[in-house]
């Protein structure tokens, strides 16, 4: 990504996020084709290990650049922002006139973000943040009129599933930091999110029902995050409800005032990044498949994994480091013990 941040950079060097910038994608118009074209996930067998997707990962970067060069040389208007520190990167949505929105080039971009979060192995953690006043408004309206097309529809809508599955699909926890709106779209991606961190000022709704276009894929990720019966109710009346309302409902991991909203975030991900990177995806995988089974398949599938978590180096540093009395020296990958 060297050589398109450098021409990026070139295009539009008043634009910083803290001081770096490090992540470029260009406002799209309605007309426009999506700009990555390999749909990548990743995929688990039963013993909870990562299939191989680099090849998909090289692929899609490759697009990605060919394409995104070329809309920067002519529009420059950047909509996500990035910046590492310590194993943690932020990716910061920076389109307040539309609100945030989930358009299109928006989620090619944070596709290809959570595609390189999740390989990156000096990433521990990423949180998605935002400037201005909503969290996300959800879909760009202007996107999904009958002028755009069938075609071009179902492109966005398929974009917006890949991006939510990956969320939850990468080995790196991804937490969210809300502050103002997260509507439709935008409160399916607080939802699908590991980890939420929300403003005692945040609202959350899915008011697709309002203007017509019911919020069934918000519903998704909303009817695993929520008891049924709020989901429904924040489906059928597209009602905000508060950040504290949404906590107890589980759509939001802690509450705090708007000040803390930042330090409260850095705290929780500060703590992931002391972990193994490894036995954080071990876990965070196992998670995730095991409650989409009954208990039984989820008890027998969850011994299997704490059985291989035991055979990896990080699994044995810190069962010793914690017998020792010492901290854990962690490898971050899933090398398996040395044979005596």
């Excluded at 969210?176 to 403003?199: H, K, M, N, P």
């Excluded at 989820?298 to 035991?310: C, F, I, P, Q, T």
Aim: proline residues 4%.
């Amino acid at each position: 990504m060297a050589s398109l941040r450098r021409t990026l950079t070139a295009v539009s060097p008043a634009v910083l996020f803290h001081k770096h910038t490090v992540c470029r994608a260009i406002q799209q118009q309605a007309d426009m084709p999506a700009r990555v074209h390999c749909a990548t996930r990743y995929l688990m067998n039963s013993s909870n290990r990562r299939l191989s997707y680099s090849t998909q990962v090289n692929l899609s970067k490759s697009l990605f650049r060919r394409t995104l060069t070329t809309q920067a040389q002519a529009e420059g208007a950047p909509l996500v922002l990035r910046r590492d520190e310590g194993g943690i990167r932020w990716l910061k949505f920076n389109n307040e006139r539309k609100r945030n929105a989930l358009s299109l080039a928006m989620l090619d971009c944070l596709k290809q973000e959570l595609m390189e979060g999740g390989e990156d192995e000096k990433v521990r953690v990423l949180i998605l943040t935002s400037e201005g006043p909503a969290f996300s408004s959800g879909h760009d309206l202007s996107e999904l009129t009958s002028a755009t097309g069938h075609e071009y529809h179902k492109k966005v809508f398929r974009r917006c599933t890949e991006v939510m599955t990956l969320v939850q699909d990468i080995p790196v926890p991804v937490m969210a930091e809300v502050r103002g709106l997260a509507t439709a779209a935008g409160c399916q991606l607080v939802a699908s999110c590991d980890v939420a961190i929300a403003a005692e000022t945040a609202r959350f709704a899915t008011p697709g029902v309002n203007i017509g276009l019911f919020c069934s894929t918000p519903g998704v990720a909303l009817a695993r995050a929520v008891p049924r019966k709020v989901a429904m109710e924040m489906l059928l009346t597209g009602f905000p409800i508060s950040a504290s309302e949404a906590f107890r409902a589980g759509l939001v991991s802690k509450v705090v005032p708007e000040d803390k909203v930042e330090e409260e975030t850095l705290k929780i991900a500060r703590k992931i990044c002391d972990t193994s990177r490894s036995v954080t995806a071990i876990g965070k995988a196992c998670f995730y498949n095991q409650i989409m089974w009954d208990r039984n398949t989820a008890y027998r599938h969850a011994e299997d994994v704490m059985v291989s978590n035991l055979q990896i180096k990080d699994g044995q540093e810190g069962i010793g480091a914690f017998l020792q009395k010492r901290h854990p020296v962690w490898t971050h990958n899933e090398d398996p013990v040395d044979k005596e």
